[in-house]
């Protein structure tokens, strides 16, 4: 049974024109989530913008067909099925009579008392560009109501041709209860797996071999359900009367960089590099995919008072230099998995002295930079998206994820890195403890731009000697300047930070800052290691194992 009304094909025919007249989104990244970014996508300002739509059915059609064409895993597409053009809205959430209380996008589709077949309704994300989508992940939050049977995925290419998949309901997607929604994730780079490049695992494959994933031009969302006549779920989030229908919490595009890619990507590249000091961000889930950080952002804004600068101490163990830094951070409000338009000029970089707590018993009391001893005025750094944050100080079972984070890298000039200074006979270990402060650097217009987002730098969960501290008063003895000084000045003593420590929820809980210092020098060899089965002792196990081995290399 397909009936296509001719006042919906000719509405498909002019929107089609209207789509090719304009451009579309051409970021391949972007996260959907709030009720305002689903309305923005689903009622777009004009032609040239992102959109949501319903599918019209010429385009279901052909993704019908393509699935008979192409499958490669799994059922095909059921027959004696029925296409409805649906309603598309944006439920706003929070609603106490309805337990899903995020705002989600739903499609309601159906009438009453209607045959006894499948029926299917289908949207689109359009583009509109081509996006390279190569090794990227695509993630979709679905809440299918019970009676769904089920949902399917595809990307269509600027030259028309598919890639899809499909899971059943409820046996690989389970039908959803109250808030619940499952996860969908696609990971491009690993679209020759088939079914097993989709999280859960999909039931159905289908694939045009000339499918080219670095001309992604649109997305189609299929989901089928079997009438039974009379049956009809609930009513969808934010709406009554009896349809079908399904809901998506959340749907994005990130780039599969992990935690954060190691230092040297991102277009800087070093041919080697060794960590002298990292403690990243704290991943809920390493496994994750992108990963959520526990933590928040502080701000860290060089010339903007009372905004502080924030800093961390670190331990040089050894002489090498400091030749790359990276750090973590967001921008707070914007939660794109890609970087705001409006960035900072350039990152101040500083390393100080220690201070050590004078009495660690007082709370009053604790230790902080002393002396600005070296600087880098960072204005060629590099981004990577690196996951999403999760602040701890904002806590429910409804809570979606905060900002995007992101990882920075500057890779120094050979002139600019930082030499640890000559060991002290007193500190025959060559150890020492310095600050690392990092802030952002606007320009002064930048402050009331609508497209501003300040620089946050990522705390994570206490990882060395003292907290993380906040720097709100300097004071040059050279000059006589204060912070900031103009331009920035090495010798600027550390007088007061407002605040204290960074703590959370309480003064004896201690957090520190994001980051990772690395070097292109090598480091001592590491000494043997007798315990070589490795279980933190060395007796006479170890000497079996070392005997056995001699004997075999022997023979």
Not at 357 to 377: A, K, Q, R, V
Not at 395 to 415: A, I, M
Request: proline share 12%; with cysteine.
């Amino acid at each position: 049974m397909k009936t296509v009304n001719l006042k919906l094909l000719i509405v498909w025919l002019a929107a089609s024109y209207l789509l090719a007249a304009g451009t579309a989104y051409s970021e391949p990244t972007f996260m959907v989530e709030s009720y305002m970014q689903w309305n923005e996508l689903l009622y777009p300002p004009g032609p040239n913008e992102s959109m949501v739509r319903p599918a019209f059915p010429a385009e279901w059609f052909q993704y019908v067909e393509h699935w008979g064409y192409y499958l490669k895993e799994g059922h095909p597409f059921p027959h004696n099925t029925v296409y409805n053009y649906s309603q598309l809205y944006v439920y706003e959430g929070n609603d106490p009579c309805y337990p899903q209380n995020n705002a989600c996008l739903v499609m309601a589709w159906g009438e009453q008392n209607t045959p006894d077949v499948n029926y299917s309704a289908a949207w689109k994300f359009i583009y509109g560009e081509d996006p390279d989508l190569r090794d990227c992940t695509i993630t979709l939050k679905v809440h299918p109501p019970q009676g769904m049977a089920f949902v399917s995925f595809g990307m269509t290419d600027t030259s028309n041709r598919t890639v899809s998949w499909s899971w059943n309901t409820p046996a690989t997607i389970p039908y959803a209860t109250g808030s619940q929604f499952t996860t969908i994730t696609i990971d491009t780079k690993n679209i020759g797996l088939g079914t097993a490049a989709a999280t859960p695992n999909a039931d159905s494959f289908a694939a045009n071999p000339n499918f080219d994933l670095s001309n992604v031009a649109s997305f189609i969302i299929n989901e089928t359900w079997h009438n039974e006549p009379g049956v009809f779920p609930a009513p969808p989030p934010g709406g009554a009367g009896q349809f079908y229908w399904n809901a998506w919490d959340s749907y994005s595009v990130t780039k599969n960089t992990g935690g954060g890619p190691g230092p040297g990507e991102g277009g800087a590249a070093r041919s080697k590099w060794y960590v002298k000091w990292s403690q990243p961000p704290v991943a809920m889930d390493p496994n994750a995919e992108p990963p959520t950080f526990i933590g928040w952002d502080e701000l860290s804004d060089y010339n903007r008072p009372p905004n502080p600068i924030v800093a961390d101490d670190w331990k040089c163990e050894d002489e090498r230099p400091i030749t790359d830094i990276h750090w973590w951070g967001s921008f707070l409000g914007w939660n794109q998995p890609h970087v705001p338009p409006l960035l900072p000029k350039a990152f101040h970089i500083g390393i100080w002295t220690n201070v050590p707590d004078p009495d660690p018993c007082n709370p009053m009391d604790f230790s902080h930079p002393g002396t600005l001893i070296w600087e880098n005025y960072c204005d060629n750094w590099v981004w990577n998206f690196a996951g999403y944050d999760r602040d701890p100080r904002q806590q429910g079972p409804h809570e979606p994820n905060d900002d995007s984070c992101f990882q920075f890298t500057q890779l120094l000039s050979q002139d600019e890195w930082f030499y640890q200074e000559p060991n002290d006979p007193c500190n025959p270990s060559g150890a020492r403890v310095y600050w690392l402060s990092i802030a952002a650097i606007y320009n002064p217009d930048d402050y009331s731009d609508p497209n501003f987002y300040p620089f946050g730098w990522k705390t994570r969960s206490h990882f060395f000697n003292d907290d993380a501290v906040r720097i709100t008063n300097t004071f040059n003895p050279r000059d006589g300047t204060i912070w900031p000084p103009t331009p920035p000045k090495v010798g600027s003593i550390w007088l007061m930070g407002m605040g204290g420590p960074i703590w959370w929820p309480d003064p004896y809980t201690s957090w520190d800052m994001a980051f990772e210092l690395t070097t292109n020098e090598p480091g001592p060899p590491e000494p043997p290691n007798a315990d070589l089965n490795k279980d933190g002792i060395v007796n006479f196990l170890d000497f079996a194992i070392f005997a056995d081995q001699w004997l075999t290399a022997g023979g």
